[in-house]
């Protein structure tokens, strides 16, 4: 059984102060829906640790959105896993689009930070998709593959139980436009054949592949509903508890 895993992504959004101040709200009210699907906040850095005590004991995962691919040294401006599990970080978002897109993070920096928060045993959202132009261009297959086998380069086996992958098509992020239901379905039906090629069945089975993009509490259901989406990585609908709220008590 793959348990349904909500992932608020709250990206430049929200300073410290704010970020606690609705993280207090959404613990609690978490707490009082008896939520069941695993939930967690992706604030900013700074953030982290006001974030983080504001949801003590509510059950929600805080994670950082991005990591460096080193461990120290001078890399000026960055931030190392080893100081997000120093302040009881545990999870991170990596590869996300806009890393990609802004920063230039490649298939391989990716695989490098996917590599060294595995070594630290971390978990891990790993995001894949493909730009409206790739996917016109009929290269959808093509993209996600190579995200993934390079992404994953180098995950063990035993290692993989510690993957979410996040399918964000570029192309439904921050706009409105949501895959619908049906083209989602079968992009994460790809991405799981392509883990059970690369693994096996049984590890592809009990990966958990998040939904990304225009998610919000109108279309959550229906792409829950679809046999191989098993949660979502939500950002524009994570920043407020009246839209968070509904998305994460979506079977209620
Ligand atoms: P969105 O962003 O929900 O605002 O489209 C999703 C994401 O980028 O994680």
Redesign the pocket.
């Known amino acids: 059984m793959r348990r349904p895993y909500i992932a608020g992504?709250w990206k430049m959004n929200l300073t410290p102060s704010e970020g606690a101040e609705y993280a207090k709200k959404l613990g609690e009210a978490v707490k009082n829906a008896g939520v069941d699907c695993r939930v967690m906040i992706a604030p900013s850095f700074v953030s982290l640790p006001a974030v983080s005590e504001a949801v003590k004991g509510t059950g929600i995962t805080v994670a950082a959105q991005n990591m460096a691919n080193h461990l120290s040294g001078a890399y000026t401006g960055e931030v190392s896993p080893e100081m997000l599990k120093d302040i009881g970080i545990n999870d991170v978002i990596l590869g996300?689009s806009e890393r990609r897109q802004y920063y230039g993070e490649t298939d391989e920096i990716i695989n490098s930070k996917v590599l060294l928060a595995i070594s630290l045993k971390m978990e891990v959202v790993l995001c894949v998709g493909e730009t409206l132009e790739e996917r016109e261009e009929g290269k959808l297959e093509e993209i996600l593959e190579r995200q993934l086998r390079v992404g994953l380069k180098d995950v063990l086996p035993e290692e993989m139980p510690r993957i979410t992958i996040a399918y964000?098509p570029v192309w439904?992020?921050?706009t409105g436009r949501t895959a619908t239901p049906e083209d989602a379905d079968a992009a994460h039906k790809f991405i799981r054949e392509t883990v059970a090629s690369i693994y096996s069945e049984d590890i592809a089975n009990n990966l958990i592949i998040q939904y990304?993009?225009?998610?919000k509490p109108g279309n959550i259901r229906a792409l829950m509903e679809k046999e191989n989406i098993d949660g979502a990585?939500?950002?524009?609908?994570s920043l407020k508890l009246e839209d968070f709220l509904p998305i994460i008590t979506y079977s209620k």
């Open positions: 992504n996300h964000e439904a992020i921050g990304g993009g225009s998610v990585l939500v950002g524009g609908a």
